[in-house]
């Protein structure tokens, strides 16, 4: 639910040519099924000129409820379409919160 809320607002505000949600909640301490941890990449005309500062503000700013009401992290990697090379960096393991095999 929160997931799909992520991608319906990050899709209305900037238009993006790309735009990946995911739920990394199980490489952290969350309890199974929770949505507390999110990467987002993001790559839109909207962050042309625009610094990584304002371009995360301008998603802070989207996503003010989800972050107020549960998501914990959020980690963003947000791109102009000249900037985008195809492939957004790999989340680490979260100190302490890897699950054993």
Do not use: D
């Not at 700013?61 to 972050?67: D, G, P, S, T």
């Not at 000249?82 to 979260?94: A, D, I, K």
Request: negative net charge.
């Amino acid at each position: 639910m929160i997931e799909q809320n992520i991608s319906e607002k990050l899709h209305t505000a900037f238009l993006p040519l790309l735009l990946s949600v995911e739920n990394e909640s199980h490489n952290h301490s969350s309890r199974q099924g929770s949505e507390t941890h999110f990467k987002v990449t993001l790559v839109s005309t909207a962050f042309i000129g625009l610094s990584a500062v304002a371009r995360h503000r301008a998603v802070y700013a989207i996503l003010q409820n989800e972050l107020q009401n549960g998501v914990h992290a959020l980690a963003l990697h947000t791109y102009a379409p000249e900037e985008w090379l195809g492939q957004s960096p790999v989340s680490p393991l979260c100190k302490g919160g890897e699950k054993a095999s």
